[in-house]
């Protein structure tokens, strides 16, 4: 009984591993030929360095993962939010095609607008759960995630947000992760970079108070500077209907002798508040969040007034490493700009879901659910290298762990500090 056990375990064996030498060649409607050909190039180096992070995290070679998958996001496409929303999108396009051209697994992706609205989000998330949307992206920006991702939590689909770093987003919900940086962290994290450079000796704050991405990044700096000994001299606030005219906050600031401004805000009104600042003669430090970044490719905005301003960001466009220049170039030939933060997360976000995926053998006519369970078991267990962060875990919160960069301005490009 025992030799015949033996011989079928055998034979069972051989089977397997002629399944694994083969591979899907199933085609996806995101990727054209066109996007397939003009990624070549960064294709094979993403997907070398892929390669390793799922070896790394026992992946290998062996994975039966086969089929397309339904990938769907919604963001800003439209409207004042639109370079977030915009930039996500393509990020996650060009992975797409990239990992499409290898013949492996595929991904059919679709990007839905909803204009930095939550009702919005909520139509667009439908539209995509009609659609057959088995994975998803949440969505770009915090409040507008926090609404989908009650109707992901309620539906079982797994989603990673690229960048919705609200507290909100993820909490109480098992099956909703972030790429970014929670905005708690990006508040401590920033505070302690002050405090350990030593960049100000008086604190001044402008925040947006009806925003949960500024306000939460607010209260975090907040108690990590109080705790490490920063002198916070200054805390305004402004919000919508009131974010043109900064010169109450400006001027308190600089009454207060604040020697550094920081702005947990995006980069619309930090502009603004640049400008601002100039023409009153006031010429403190300014140190920013992920929020900043784009402000470089405003439509109209003076670079140098950006000159010397610091931000803690996961992504640097200017970074050296062969990862970094590879996918700079092919974005920039796709799309005729320089990448942002917002897309190298979304980039990062589909070889994530690609190595997970893989992890788990998973194939494209599981439905939304299956691949639900299988996603948080991933994804709490695997560690990633991706753009924005090598070594990369998640915790059963949804919350990534990775180490922000020191960033300034000089020149009009980023720099490393």
């Given at each position: 009984?025992k030799?015949t ?7 069972v064996m ?27 190039a960064?294709?094979s ?22 089929g ?16 977030y ?7 996650a396009?060009?992975?797409v ?14 990007y839905e ?5 939550a009702?919005?989000?909520v ?14 992206l ?31 987003v ?6 909703m992760?972030?790429m ?11 505070a ?8 100000g000796?008086?604190?001044a ?8 991405y500024?306000?939460?990044?607010y209260?975090t700096?907040?108690?990590k ?9 200054s805390?305004?606030?402004f919000?919508?209907?009131s974010d043109?005219?900064f ?9 207060s ?12 009104p ?5 400008a ?27 670079k ?10 996961p992504?640097s ?20 700009d320089?990448?942002?933060q917002?897309?190298?997360?979304a980039?990062?976000c ?14 494209g006519?599981m439905d ?14 695997m ?7 090598t ?10 762990t990775?180490?922000?960069?020191g ?8 720099v490393?500090m």
């Amino acid at each position: 009984m025992k030799k015949t056990i033996c011989v079928l375990m055998a034979c069972v064996m051989l089977l397997c591993l002629a399944a694994c030498g083969s591979s899907g060649t199933a085609s996806s409607s995101a990727a054209s030929s066109s996007a397939a050909s003009s990624s070549a190039a960064s294709s094979s180096a993403a997907s070398g360095s892929k390669a390793s992070s799922s070896a790394a995290s026992g992946s290998a070679a062996k994975s039966t993962a086969s089929g397309t998958f339904k990938l769907g996001g919604t963001g800003p496409l439209t409207g004042g939010a639109a370079i977030y929303g915009t930039a996500a999108k393509q990020g996650a396009e060009l992975a797409v095609a990239e990992i499409n051209a290898m013949g492996g697994i595929q991904f059919d992706l679709k990007y839905e607008d909803d204009t930095h609205d939550a009702e919005k989000a909520v139509n667009a998330y439908n539209a995509l759960k009609d659609w057959g949307m088995q994975i998803s992206l949440g969505s770009v920006t915090s409040k507008p995630c926090e609404a989908t991702a009650a109707k992901t939590y309620q539906d079982r689909i797994f989603a990673l947000t690229p960048s919705a770093s609200s507290t909100a987003v993820t909490k109480g919900k098992d099956n909703m992760f972030q790429m970014c940086f929670m905005d708690p962290n990006q508040g401590s994290a920033s505070a302690k970079y002050i405090a350990d450079q030593k960049l100000g000796t008086k604190i001044a704050v402008i925040y947006k108070n009806d925003d949960v991405y500024s306000s939460g990044i607010y209260d975090t700096f907040k108690a990590k500077a109080q705790e490490l000994g920063l002198s916070v001299v200054s805390a305004t606030t402004f919000a919508d209907g009131s974010d043109s005219d900064f010169s109450v906050q400006l001027t308190e600031a600089q009454s207060s002798g604040a020697d550094l401004i920081f702005l947990p805000i995006y980069y619309t009104p930090a502009s603004l508040i640049l400008a601002q600042a100039k023409s009153m003669g006031y010429a403190p430090k300014f140190f920013g969040v992920d929020g900043m970044d784009g402000i470089l490719t405003m439509e109209g905005f003076d670079k140098s007034l950006a000159e010397g301003v610091m931000l803690l960001t996961p992504f640097s466009a200017d970074s050296t490493d062969a990862k970094t220049q590879s996918f700079v170039k092919s974005y920039k030939e796709k799309y005729n700009d320089t990448p942002n933060q917002f897309a190298a997360d979304a980039y990062d976000c589909v070889y994530a879901y690609k190595q997970a995926i893989e992890n788990a053998n998973a194939t494209g006519d599981m439905d939304a659910k299956t691949l639900c369970d299988l996603m948080i078991k991933q994804f709490t267990t695997m560690t990633f290298d991706g753009l924005t962060g090598t070594g990369m875990t998640w915790d059963a919160t949804g919350a990534v762990t990775k180490d922000p960069k020191g960033m300034v301005i000089k020149n009009g490009a980023y720099v490393g500090m």
